[in-house]
């Protein structure tokens, strides 16, 4: 079992904003576990919280850009990516102002400061989606295309295509998360020169200079645009290098331009709340063709765990037969809807029933067509729950269970005679005064059959 991380203990850094030109301080905090990335905006009333959910997503334009409530975070990429890339799985990332520092433009810094405090382990498994099938987003317009298949691990492939001489067409792999650090996280942002035109004059790379975005210069540069930009980046003069780059940076690889496109993608993936064990390959990646995919894959993994089916050994000797069953709850047949208790904890158990012909209800439910009432499924499920809630006191034979609420109740599929039910009862919150909340889920045939949240409290027979 791979556990959650989180940070060992806070660190800050400072910078601008490279949108907004704005300094900038962030904090990076430990976080408790299943919190998983949260922007917290410590100069807005209430220091409000945006979780890094893909469906936060309102904007791709020059970053990937989430709003929650009025309360926006800009350019998240870099510091989910370096996040990610350092293993870690909860984090609080406080903030007094929308974007996070730009730094070099690329995730160097931030790996930086993760590595100086440091990350441990925390008591909880890690989750981890396992791709079983291709999954596939194609953004139409631009061709764009992201896939995912099955892999034993997280890789990463991206390929780009720019369709200038300045920048030919460029691959960039990672085999491995490990090798994110050292291979991935110094790679820097960058931008064409007629972007870049367009940004200038719209005043939307007010924190940017030579030093943390490559600019690719693909078109021959105008005397004004000369001083423009020597404005923008405060330099006295501007040159272009034999390989068609501004002046003052130094390549960190020859195809860094991929590499940072990489980056984006493992970045704008953090946004599905989940690790992926699957391949990702993406064709000329972008921030909204990341986005859009990883709400995609967000929908379907949501999908999939409502309707995980656990898996039990039905054949192994149970916990607690039918007899010891009895022993703790009052109800006997025909209305004792339990057979067997396959496991407990102190937060959850498992029952089962096997469904036979001779049920009584199947008289008149239906005749010629026997279907297992529904409520009857609901009833063995807080049977299955009663069980666990009465396991916490010493003399359960004197207690009796009884229902208080049933919330989001569905029927999934029919149950039929032959039919072997499951029932999987978990605590959403501790027992306190002898009152139960659970989620409560039954399976049939590999299948979720219903479920619901059920609320019941034990009370002394008198």
Do not use: W
């Not at 229902?403 to 599929?413: A, L, P």
């Amino acid at each position: 079992m791979v556990k959650q991380t989180t940070i060992k203990s806070p660190i800050s850094l400072k910078g601008v904003g490279l949108h907004t030109g704005k300094e900038v301080t962030m904090t990076f905090k430990p976080a408790p576990v299943n919190n998983g990335y949260t922007f917290v905006r410590v100069d807005l009333e209430g220091q409000p919280i945006v979780e890094a959910d893909a469906n936060y997503v309102v904007n791709t334009q020059r970053g990937t850009n989430l709003e929650k409530k009025g309360v926006k975070i800009q350019t998240s990429e870099h510091v989910l990516a370096a996040f990610v890339g350092c293993d870690v799985d909860n984090v609080i990332i406080e903030l007094d102002a929308s974007e996070p520092p730009i730094m070099d433009g690329s995730s160097k810094f931030f790996v930086e400061a993760i590595e100086e405090v440091g990350v441990e382990e925390q008591d909880a498994e890690r989750k981890v989606y396992t791709v079983k099938e291709v999954i596939s987003y194609t953004d139409e317009t631009t061709g764009s295309e992201i896939i995912v298949m099955p892999s034993e691990e997280y890789q990463v492939t991206a390929m780009v295509d720019f369709g200038t001489k300045v920048l030919a067409t460029q691959n960039a792999t990672l085999k491995n998360i490990k090798e994110f650090k050292t291979e991935i996280a110094n790679s820097r942002t960058f931008s064409f020169l007629h972007e870049l035109e367009t940004l200038l004059n719209n005043g939307l790379i007010k924190g940017g200079d030579l030093n943390n975005a490559i600019v690719y210069v693909d078109k021959e540069i105008s005397p004004e645009t000369m001083e423009n930009l020597k404005t923008a980046f405060g330099k006295d003069s501007i040159s272009i290098k034999p390989n068609g780059i501004l002046d003052n940076l130094t390549l960190h690889h020859p195809n860094e331009a991929a590499r940072h496109k990489l980056l984006d993608v493992i970045g704008d993936l953090a946004l599905v709340g989940t690790r992926i064990k699957g391949k990702i390959i993406a064709n000329k990646p972008g921030h909204f063709v990341n986005t859009q995919f990883a709400k995609k894959l967000s929908k379907i993994i949501k999908i999939e765990q409502r309707n995980h089916v656990p898996e039990f050994d039905l054949h192994k000797e149970p916990l607690m037969d039918v007899n010891k069953i009895m022993s703790m709850l009052p109800h006997r047949p025909p209305f004792l809807l339990v057979d067997k208790i396959l496991e407990m904890s102190e937060t959850h158990v498992v029952g089962l029933k096997n469904v036979t012909m001779n049920e009584g209800f199947f008289v008149g439910h239906f005749p010629g067509a026997p279907v297992m009432p529904g409520v009857l499924m609901v009833e063995a499920m807080a049977q299955t729950g009663g069980i666990l809630i009465l396991s916490s006191v010493p003399d359960p034979e004197n207690y009796l269970t009884y229902f208080m609420k049933i919330d989001n109740v569905r029927f999934k599929q029919k149950v039929m005679p032959g039919d072997t039910l499951v029932f999987k009862c978990d605590l959403i919150s501790p027992i306190r005064r002898g009152i139960c909340h659970m989620q409560a889920n039954a399976y049939a045939n590999g299948k979720l059959v219903a479920e619901a949240e059920l609320m019941a409290q034990i009370v002394k027979n008198n």
